[in-house]
């Protein structure tokens, strides 16, 4: 008897975990389609969920992408060579969504968002910005103000023994970024003149050492980004998230 009420037990959680749709956040709530709401509806129910999905959703194995956890990055060309480790992103789940389009028919998906990014890692520098040279190891921020990403992809279906799901393939992006300021402790031992002076310079040419920084960077927020969207569609059916579409 108490094997019984046992393997029954075990099949009952098997169940849950298995047999039931997943379990979605509260905060996701079904759009309906073939309404001239429909894209509206879907538009603000990612502006809604943003800064919640962007946490993660751990019981989906959907990875948080505010903050990213970046892999390390190396710079290494026009007489600099830069290394960031331990790097982490934030501010994704805060940015504004600026576009947004869907085409279920067309399979084509277009976000873009926007939002003040800040980069936040350990660094060790050396060589020259420029003219200038730097050295110094420590601990970074790189604030990237109005960091603006627009990723297009292929939406396309995959059916699995829950039924239809959407997913994200192989996607494009591009962006644009706004002034970026960087903080980097103990440059130069700490020598604070020195560092100021290099703080002011680097600063004030922004743009130079972002050209090569900002791809790296970007295109790990993308991967992430994309990563987390597809766990979700892989855990959630068309049908929990659309009202009245079939294939
Ligand atoms: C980023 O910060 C600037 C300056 O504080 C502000 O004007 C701007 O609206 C912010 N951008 C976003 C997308 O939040």
Redesign the pocket.
Known sequence: MKFITCALLVLGVLCISNCQDAQLPSYIKPCEYKTSKFESCVREQIVLSLPLFTKGIENLGVPSIDPVKLDDINIDGNGLKLRFTNAELYGVG???ITDFKVNLDEEKFVLAF???MTLSAKYTIDGQILILPIKGQGDAKVKA??LDVTISSKMTHFKDDKGEHFKLVSPSYNYNIGRTKFEFQNLFNGNKQLSDATHAFANGNWRQIMDDLAPPVVKQIVRTGVRSINKFFAAATIDQLIIGYST
């Open positions: 805060k940015s504004q926007k939002g003040n103000q109005n």
